[in-house]
T-cell receptor
Framework: GAVVSQHPSRVICKSGTSVKIECRSLDFQATTMFWYRQFPKKSLMLMATSNEGSKATYEQGVEKDKFLINHASLTLSTLTVTSAHPEDSSFYIC?????????????FGPGTRLTVL | AQKVTQAQTEISVVEKEDVTLDCVYETRDTTYYLFWYKQPPSGELVFLIRRNSFDEQNEISGRYSWNFQKSTSSFNFTITASQVVDSAVYFCALSEAGAAGNKLTFGGGTRVLVKP
């Protein structure tokens, strides 16, 4: 149980285009979803926290107009990188948690590797 | 504010050697959770263990063991008799019970390279 999927797993796009990444909780309802970014050989940095039906809370330094997050249902959150540039190339990982499982545990998706040319 | 420090950026061992990964954390909360994750080259995070702040018992799971010491704010991880498949980046993480949204803060990670 507690499986989280991400789509696509890998995407290459041209500079200036927008890219949408989907995060789905497959067998549970995710009250909260998180988006992380990981640069090569670096740690995971939290970008934003989203609760179903409400606006995402962004971490300091993360541009909310550049990284649009939508959490329209209890099983789906999307991250859209708008007008992507090469410096946005990174590994994006989502996670989800449910209030039904205590202990603050988050279940992670497999990640999406974004390359902007 | 919560903070996690993994002082070792990279450790290289020969197969069958033991390796210990250090993790030191900072938090003002009395209730918090500590985690260890493994990230193999594929990139997917693999959950290894969760420990809450009220449970200081050490734990052993196969070749893995964890030493939680609140007195020194440490949650160290040991791999016994390492194998090549243990080569990965290992992250220690902290979540405060009172933190808005129950955010996870990750340490910088320790890259473990096990040579045959």
């Amino acid at each position: 149980g507690a499986v989280v999927s991400q789509h696509p797993s890998r995407v290459i796009c041209k500079s200036g285009t927008s890219v949408k990444i989907e995060c789905r909780s497959l067998d549970f309802q995710a009250t909260t979803m998180f988006w992380y970014r990981q640069f090569p050989k670096k740690s995971l940095m939290l970008m934003a926290t989203s609760n179903e039906g409400s606006k995402a809370t962004y971490e300091q330094g993360v541009e909310k107009d550049k990284f649009l997050i939508n959490h329209a249902s209890l099983t789906l959150s999307t991250l859209t990188v708008t007008s992507a540039h090469p410096e946005d190339s990174s590994f994006y990982i989502c996670s989800a948690r449910t209030s039904a499982i205590p202990n603050n545990e988050q279940f992670f998706g497999p990640g999406t590797r974004l390359t902007v040319l | 504010a919560q903070k996690v420090t993994q002082a070792q950026t990279e450790i290289s061992v020969v197969e069958k050697e033991d390796v210990t990964l250090d993790c030191v954390y900072e938090t003002r909360d009395t209730t918090y959770y500590l985690f260890w994750y493994k990230q193999p080259p594929s990139g997917e995070l693999v959950f290894l263990i969760r420990r809450n702040s009220f449970d200081e018992q050490n734990e052993i799971s196969g070749r893995y063991s964890w030493n939680f010491q609140k007195s020194t704010s440490s949650f160290n991880f040991t791999i016994t008799a390492s194998q090549v498949v243990d080569s990965a980046v290992y992250f220690c993480a902290l979540s405060e019970a009172g933190a808005a949204g129950n955010k996870l803060t990750f340490g910088g990670g320790t890259r473990v390279l096990v040579k045959p």
